[in-house]
């Protein structure tokens, strides 16, 4: 079946310090979405990617697609202490009809 | 206003219990979703429902029987409560398809005893 990897499963982080997760897939994607779940709390959508090889930029969040499909990035440059969360994505492989999330990258940010 | 609204927030039940958790979306969305986040915060869908109609259906006990009213309400009933079904389960909506966003619900932290 389709299966998403995601690393790191956890990063501790100095405030100010960037963060990279990476997501992998073992099919090529039709999409791929990124969610942030903070602690007690629910997946929030964060974006969605289409096209190979888009980038899309959220004031200090970065989103990559790959131009294979087969894998994306969400790096923050010069975390805050509000970054703290899982960081989740989650992608449909074409052929497939449901989206398989990603084991997600806990992020600790300490002051 | 909540957006995507489940009940109740906790259960704490015993073994063998029946129970159900209810899940409602005002966004006028046509597919829900619920979701199971084991005590390794992986996110697993169990079942979708379109316009009431099960489309998805993973691997899932029979003893979980999801029900759709209509669109706009997925409940969940789970029969013979075991151990390895504590968890976070998540009811979540999104307006067509999976290639749309997914907005998930507060989450019903099940404990079973």
């Known amino acids: 079946g389709q299966q998403v990897m995601q690393i790191p499963q956890y990063q501790h982080v100095q405030e100010g310090e960037d963060f990279t997760t990476y997501c992998n897939s073992s099919?090529?994607?039709?999409?791929i979405q990124w969610y942030k779940q903070r602690p007690g709390g629910h997946p929030v959508f964060l974006i969605q990617l289409v096209k190979s090889g888009e980038v899309k930029k959220q004031k200090r969040l970065t989103f990559q697609f790959g131009e294979a499909k087969k894998n994306s990035s969400l790096h923050i440059t010069a975390t805050q202490t509000t970054d703290v969360g899982t960081y989740f994505c989650a992608g449909r492989g074409s052929g497939y009809s449901t989206l398989t999330f990603g084991k997600g990258t806990m992020l600790l940010v300490s002051p | 206003d909540t957006a995507v609204s489940q009940t109740p927030k906790y259960l704490v039940t015993q073994m063998g219990n029946d129970k159900s958790i209810k899940c409602e979306q005002n966004l006028g969305h046509d597919t829900m979703y619920w979701y199971k986040q084991d005590s390794k915060k992986f996110l697993k869908i169990m079942f979708s429902?379109?316009?009431?109609?099960?489309?998805i259906n993973e691997t899932v006990p029979n003893r979980f029987s999801p029900k759709s009213p209509d669109k706009a309400h997925l409940n969940l009933h789970i029969n013979s409560l075991e151990l390895g079904d504590s968890a976070v389960y998540f009811c979540?909506?999104?307006?067509?398809?999976?290639?749309?966003?997914?907005?998930f619900g507060p989450g019903t932290r099940l404990t079973v005893l």
């Open positions: 429902y379109n316009n009431k109609e099960l489309i």
């Open positions: 099919t090529t994607l039709s999409n």
């Open positions: 979540a909506s999104s307006q067509r398809t999976v290639l749309d966003t997914q907005y």
